[in-house]
């Protein structure tokens, strides 16, 4: 069963402003540790951002200060609102979440940050 799935990648120019959501089931939801990670052509996959069950969040340095990873909760869904993209931003990113001792992954988003 699929438990993530990914949305709103796309093209966008140095600067701008994506919204990635990742909906999830609802047990995962409530229960898991989610959060977002990217893989760019000939890198490894890295955690970008992450958030508790109890709502603790975390960044990668090199997107602090730009990203916010939120959850809404009627939706049972997980955000990462990307400002200030930079062309460094673009990659396939991942929704994840760790419930159970169980990795879960979405299919992946494409985020392309060019001009």
């Known amino acids: 069963q699929v438990q993530l799935v990914e949305s709103g990648g796309g093209l966008v120019q140095p600067g701008g402003s994506l919204r990635l959501s990742c909906a999830a089931s609802?047990?995962?939801?409530?229960?898991?540790?989610m959060g977002w990670y990217r893989q760019a052509p000939g890198k490894q996959r890295e955690l970008v951002a992450h958030?508790?069950?109890?709502?603790?969040?975390n960044y990668a340095d090199s997107v602090k200060g730009r990203f916010t990873i939120s959850k809404d909760n009627a939706n049972n869904t997980v955000c990462l609102q990307m400002n200030s993209l930079k062309t460094e931003d673009t990659a396939v990113y991942y929704c994840?979440?760790?419930?159970?001792?169980?990795?879960?992954w979405g299919q992946g988003t494409q985020v392309t940050v060019s001009s």
């Open positions: 994840h979440a760790l419930f159970a001792t169980m990795n879960y």
């Open positions: 609802r047990i995962i939801f409530r229960f898991a540790a």
């Open positions: 958030i508790t069950s109890s709502n603790l969040t």
